[in-house]
């Protein structure tokens, strides 16, 4: 692979700075913005530069624990941390967890599994790691999950926490409790999901005692957005990335005249007669691809079946 040298934008800059000086720190960064390179550089200085920490933990999707964290190492210089992933068999994750590394990473499926391997319920439990990194905080929305249950158990026995999320509520503000809760332990916005629900929501439908959704009330989500501006760091990439302005690369097509008839019957008709095959548009979006397909000299049939224009020029 080859290897970038890593130039951090002032946001990146100011969020490597903010997971450095700061505990517990939330970055609900949109997509593309460099949650991944932002949290390595900010660990790899963390370790060998400040020594504060000897062991994180990344807690990720599968896929993402499977490929990005390790690629993201690989891709920038300025990165020389040994990552090991946590995955695979049980025969695999226990090996894993005896080799020595700067950052582990494993799914997220697997985080109540790696506490058993640690005995967590005896009185003498350690935790090797003093540093958790969660991979798509949103997937820890619901309190009552095995997964929240372990954090939250976790979260006493580490230094250090990042969340990192571009959808850090993505139903309603309901959703950003149990986020924030293992941030700070309910400083912010309580110390029950309850007591957050009854502060800054009233019910909605509701069948008895069974309430099925809840409406912020007025005024509520700037009063939230408020009290969380110290831990967390919220950013929308237009806000913040710049892209080049559009080249527009005109291409010129001779068509045969006769595929020149063709192609502008089916654009108009949606329906073109082809030897034994009737092709077809359903959509204006299926129209617009099988052009494409007539500009690249083969266009398929409703049955999938590639069809070569030059045949079609000797009929």
């Known amino acids: 692979m080859t290897t970038e040298i890593f130039h951090a934008r002032p946001y990146q800059e100011f969020a490597i700075k903010k997971i450095i000086e700061q505990n517990a720190v939330g970055l609900f960064l949109d997509m593309g913005m460099g949650k991944s390179v932002i949290t390595l550089t900010a660990i790899q200085e963390l370790i060998y530069n400040r020594f504060e920490v000897e062991k994180v933990l990344i807690i990720a999707p599968l896929r993402v624990a499977e490929t990005t964290w390790l690629e993201e190492n690989e891709k920038w210089q300025n990165l020389n941390l040994k990552i090991v992933p946590i995955l695979g068999s049980e025969t695999k994750r226990l090996a894993a967890l005896k080799k020595s590394a700067d950052v582990y990473v494993i799914n997220r499926e697997n985080l109540v599994w790696l506490l058993n391997q640690f005995h967590f319920k005896k009185s003498d439990f350690v935790f090797p790691f003093d540093m958790i ?123 045969p005249e006769k595929i020149k008839i063709a192609y502008r019957r089916f654009e108009k008709d949606l329906v073109l007669p082809i030897k034994e095959n009737i092709l077809t548009a359903s959509s204006a979006g299926v129209l617009a691809n099988k052009l494409l397909q007539f500009a690249n000299g083969a266009v398929y049939n409703d049955e999938g079946k590639k069809m070569r224009l030059k045949k079609f020029l000797k009929r």
């Open 133 to 255: 990194v969660i991979d798509e905080s949103s997937s820890f929305k619901n309190p009552q999950t095995k997964r929240f249950k372990a954090m939250k158990f976790l979260r006493l026995k580490i230094n250090r926490l990042v969340e990192l999320t571009g959808t850090p509520a993505p139903n309603s503000l309901m959703d950003l409790w149990p986020q924030i809760f293992l941030l700070d332990g309910g400083e912010r916005l309580g110390k029950t999901l309850g007591e957050y629900r009854r502060k800054y929501f009233t019910a909605g439908a509701s069948s008895g005692h069974i309430v099925y959704n809840w409406n912020l009330k007025r005024g509520a989500d700037k009063i939230i957005y408020k009290k969380i501006s110290d831990i967390c760091v919220s950013m929308k990439s237009e806000d913040y990335l710049t892209l080049p302005p559009v080249m527009n690369n005109f291409v010129k097509i001779n068509f």
